[in-house]
C-alpha cells in the first residue's frame, strides 16, 4: 500500500518579494500574483527532491487554484513526469479579510489570535474553518494514496495547519511546526486520525 500524502508550499511568489498578504480570491489571487523566477526554480528543484523520494509519473498532483500555487504545481508535476494538477479550491490560501493586500507583517496579529484561541474580526478565516476544509481534502488524499502517492499543493497557514492536524496536534498552535519554506516538500504525518472522522 501506498499511502504517502505529501505537502507542497509555493515557490517564492511576487507578493512575497513585496511584503504583501494576498488571499482573497480575484483576479490577484488566481491570475496576477504568480511566481517570480526563483520561485520557478524552486519548483523545479522540489520536483528533483520528489523524483529523489520516489515520486514520478503516477503522482497525483493536487493544488490551490491560486495563481502562485498552480503555477508551483505545473512545475512540479512536469518536473516528475505526472499529469497535470487538478485543482481543489479548498485548498485556497487562508483568508485574511481587512489585511488583504496590506503588510506580511499583520501575520504575527493573526497567528497570536490564533495561539490564543480567540476569534479574528475583519473578515479572517478562523483556525477551525481552515483546519475543516484541509481535513477534508487530507481524508480524499488518504483514499487516493492507497493506489499513488499524492502532492498537495497550497500555502503557507492552509499546510501549517495540515502539517498540524498530520502531528496530531491542536491546529491553533500551526505555528510550532517548523516553518514550511517557499516551494518545500513534506511528508505529512498520520496524526490526523485523532482529529475524528
Not at 505537502?7 to 511584503?19: C, F, K, Q, Y
Not at 526554480?41 to 514520478?56: I, N, T, Y
Not at 508535476?77 to 505526472?82: E, F, N, Q, T
Request: avoid cysteine; charged fraction near 25%.
Amino acid at each position: 500500500m501506498t499511502s504517502r500524502v505529501l505537502v507542497l508550499r509555493h515557490g517564492e511568489s511576487t507578493a512575497n518579494v513585496e511584503g504583501l498578504i494576498v488571499s482573497v480570491p480575484g483576479p490577484r489571487a488566481l491570475t496576477e500574483v504568480g511566481l517570480t523566477p526563483l520561485g520557478r526554480e524552486q519548483a523545479r528543484r522540489a520536483a528533483a527532491q520528489g523524483l529523489a523520494q520516489g515520486l514520478g509519473p503516477g503522482t497525483v498532483v493536487i493544488s490551490s487554484d491560486f495563481a502562485r500555487a498552480l503555477q508551483t504545481a505545473e512545475e512540479f508535476a512536469a518536473g516528475i513526469g505526472a499529469a497535470a494538477p487538478r485543482v481543489d479550491e479548498r485548498l485556497r490560501e487562508r483568508s485574511f479579510g481587512g489585511y488583504d493586500e496590506g503588510p506580511a507583517s499583520a501575520y504575527d496579529e493573526v497567528w497570536r489570535v490564533d495561539r490564543g484561541r480567540g476569534t479574528h474580526e475583519g473578515g479572517v478565516e478562523q483556525v477551525a474553518a481552515v483546519a475543516a476544509r484541509v481535513l477534508a481534502v487530507l481524508r480524499e488524499a488518504d483514499d487516493l494514496a492507497s493506489t499513488a502517492p499524492v502532492v498537495l499543493v497550497a500555502h503557507g497557514d492552509v499546510l501549517q495547519i495540515a502539517l498540524a492536524l498530520g502531528a496530531g496536534a491542536d491546529p491553533h498552535e500551526h505555528r510550532d511546526v517548523p516553518h514550511l519554506g517557499n516551494a518545500e516538500l513534506r511528508e505529512i504525518g498520520a496524526g490526523r486520525d485523532a482529529a475524528g472522522s
